[in-house]
């Protein structure tokens, strides 16, 4: 009885140190995660608070009025339905030749047979560790040479070299892999080709992984400023992140207008990632399945 009590008070012992633990690391992804999300309360706050209050000194955490009139401001500043096209002109197109060539060549490392496939797909993932700045001159000598620099440069590397990120080959690789090789033994009785498997059955499957894909694509395109300074020379191909750092760099800057302008470039990515959030964390955790 002695030994039973013993062994049960130990079991209540771990059960509580258990939910002890639990509580505290609810408690510490609670401060993680406003800790996080404070910087996107102070965009919104900025973006709505008069120019007195954005200024006032402790600062003002609880704006007293709202006002949208930083928005209308902010959009007078540049020229925004123009920056507005610019922008969307080259991320639509780059996602989607991002989405085909990066599953093409996913599709190819993973369930193809060829020869030197492990040497080409080690070549592929080896770009991975260059700096972008280390292909940065050669790509913008080629590019000018080429008579392409501009906005086709910010969108033709989707085109070729397997959408130029390999990141995403090796994303969609591993999801690949994940699917049976009999499917494709069995499409392939049935008279089905390569491009056919690849259509009918390999992108339904891989649907929440091209959507991860996207959404990466969109997001690091939409909000790029680096290359687009680079490359877009003239103002009336801007994009709207060039647009915001222009309202930015002014002389006499209004810090509540910059933060209305932020808020609206910033606003579609937030759109899409809630919009495809499910598929964007089913995407995530299966493509870890199987290396």
Not at 126 to 151: D, H, I
Not at 255 to 265: G, S, T
């Amino acid at each position: 009885m002695a030994a039973t009590a013993i062994h049960g008070a130990g079991i209540r012992r771990t059960k509580a140190r258990k939910k002890t633990i639990h509580r505290l690391l609810i408690v510490l992804s609670i401060v993680l995660g406003l800790a996080m999300a404070f910087p996107l309360y102070w965009l919104l706050r900025g973006s709505f608070v008069s120019h007195a209050e954005i200024l006032a000194r402790p600062p003002v955490f609880f704006p007293s009025a709202f006002s949208i009139e930083n928005f209308s401001k902010a959009i007078d500043r540049i020229d925004f339905s123009r920056q507005l096209w610019n922008s969307v002109s080259i991320v639509v197109p780059y996602v989607v030749f991002n989405v085909i060539t990066t599953s093409f060549a996913g599709y190819a490392f993973a369930k193809l047979r060829f020869p030197l496939r492990g040497m080409w797909f080690g070549l592929v993932i080896s770009t991975m560790m260059l700096p972008s700045a280390v292909t940065l001159v050669p790509q913008y000598s080629l590019f000018t040479s080429l008579g392409l620099a501009g906005k086709p440069a910010l969108i033709i590397p989707a085109i070729f070299c397997a959408g130029g990120n390999a990141y995403f080959v090796f994303l969609l690789r591993q999801f690949f892999m994940t699917i049976p090789d009999e499917l494709l033994e069995a499409a392939k009785i049935d008279g089905a080709g390569y491009f056919r498997i690849y259509l009918k059955i390999m992108l339904p499957l891989i649907r929440p992984a091209l959507i991860v894909v996207a959404l990466f694509s969109f997001i690091n395109n939409w909000n790029d400023f680096f290359y687009t300074m680079i490359y877009l020379k003239k103002e009336a191909d801007y994009t709207l992140p060039m647009g915001l750092y222009i309202v930015n760099g002014m002389r006499i800057p209004n810090y509540e207008q910059v933060m209305a302008l932020a808020l609206i470039v910033t606003a579609p990515c937030l759109a899409f990632f809630f919009i495809g959030n499910k598929y964007f964390v089913e995407g995530i955790t299966l493509t870890g399945i199987k290396g």
